[in-house]
Each structure stands twice: as structure tokens, then as C-alpha cells.
């Protein structure tokens, strides 16, 4: 019995670094908003629904899509506070052509929702609170998603990565804030974890 517990101390310690890094990030205010790249939030208003927000940028309208056809925007626009990682429209487009007509088939809802859900972290991480966390943490993070597994985000250089390598999604450009939520635009889909 004393082994089981032994193994399972590595992750309990994970998981209480995860949880404080939520509270942590929870409990910032509105004015710390400011871009992972030192550029300006975009000028949304605070009440505006996300789904709205996402649906006026221009390089978000595949993601807007998919939210609709999985019925997620009700949860997104709802009480809770998500901060999401959607991949800009360049990222679905990049997709080969067998696996974006799997994602977007209607029958491969159940998919769909896996795929975005993991892309999904719960709690409001601005981008003020992400610098802090990636210096705290000596360079990584770790989010629980709303997904199957938690994704880790690194620093590189003056980039922020989700996962390592060549293929790692990559944040760019200002967040939206708007409503409950942060959207992060991300260059590439994050993989399903192994």
C-alpha cells in the first residue's frame, strides 16, 4: 500500500501545482490584460459574448463555425469562464482534405466536440497571468482543458508554444477578452494527446 501511495505523490503534486496556478490566475483583475506579444488587447467590450467576438474576427470564422455545429457557444457564452486556444483559419485550412471532412461531418459531432473541448482550458487566464506563471514555472505551464488531458505551454524565446518541437501550436496575435472568457489565436490545431 505504502508503494501505491509513493507513485501516486508526482501527481498529486502536479495536480496541487495546477490548482494553485488556477486560483492564482482567477484571481486577477481586469486591468492586467495585456498580450502574451506586447501588443493591446483587442478592443472588445467586457460584456460582449464571445461567440460574437470570435464571429467578428475575420481569421476565427472556421473555429466560429465549428463551435456553432458542436453547440458549445451556450456553454462558451454561459456563467463560466473558459480561456480557449482557437486555431486561426490558416490551421483548419492546413488540415488534409479527409481530415477536415471528418471533423466537419455532422454525423462526427461527438469528434468535433473532443477535438475543441481539448482546446478548452476552464478559468480566465489573461495573458499577464500566463508571463507570470511561464516565469514562476521556469519556462511551462499546465491547464487542465475541458478535454481528455491537460496541455503544457512553454516559453521560446519571445514565443509561447503548447507542447515542444517544430510542430508545436503557437500563440499569435493579441487574445480577445470578451465576456467570461480569453481566446488565444493558435497557428496550428493542438494534437490529441497520446
Same mark, same amino acid.
Given at each position: ?51 460574437? %467576438? ?5 481569421? $476565427? /470564422? ?7 455545429? &458542436?453547440?458549445? #457557444?451556450? =456553454? ?50 489573461? %495573458? ?5 506563471? $511561464? /516565469? ?7 491547464? &487542465?482543458?475541458? #478535454?481528455? =488531458? ?45
Amino acid at each position: 500500500m505504502a508503494h501505491g501511495n509513493k507513485s501516486r505523490r508526482p501527481a498529486i503534486q502536479k495536480l496541487s501545482i495546477v490548482i494553485a496556478l488556477a486560483a492564482m490566475l482567477g484571481a486577477c483583475q481586469d486591468n492586467d490584460r495585456q498580450a502574451a506579444d506586447n501588443e493591446s488587447v483587442d478592443p472588445i467590450a467586457n460584456s460582449e459574448m464571445v461567440t460574437t %467576438a470570435i464571429g467578428n474576427d475575420a481569421d $476565427l /470564422s472556421i473555429s466560429t463555425r465549428l463551435i456553432g455545429a &458542436a453547440q458549445l #457557444g451556450a =456553454a462558451l457564452d454561459g456563467e463560466g469562464s473558459y480561456t480557449v486556444f482557437l486555431p486561426v483559419d490558416d490551421a483548419w485550412n492546413s488540415l488534409d482534405a479527409a481530415e477536415r471532412q471528418a471533423i466537419e461531418n455532422t454525423e462526427n459531432r461527438p469528434q468535433l466536440i473532443a477535438v475543441l473541448r481539448q482546446h478548452i482550458a476552464p478559468g480566465y487566464v489573461l %495573458a499577464s497571468d500566463l508571463e507570470k506563471g $511561464l /516565469s514562476d514555472e521556469d519556462g511551462s505551464v499546465e491547464l &487542465a482543458t475541458m #478535454g481528455v =488531458a491537460p496541455i503544457t505551454l512553454y516559453r521560446d524565446g519571445t514565443t509561447i508554444t503548447i507542447g515542444q518541437g517544430n510542430e508545436a501550436p503557437r500563440i499569435v496575435g493579441a487574445p480577445i477578452v470578451a465576456g467570461n472568457d480569453v481566446v488565444y489565436r493558435i497557428d496550428r490545431l493542438i494534437p490529441p494527446p497520446e
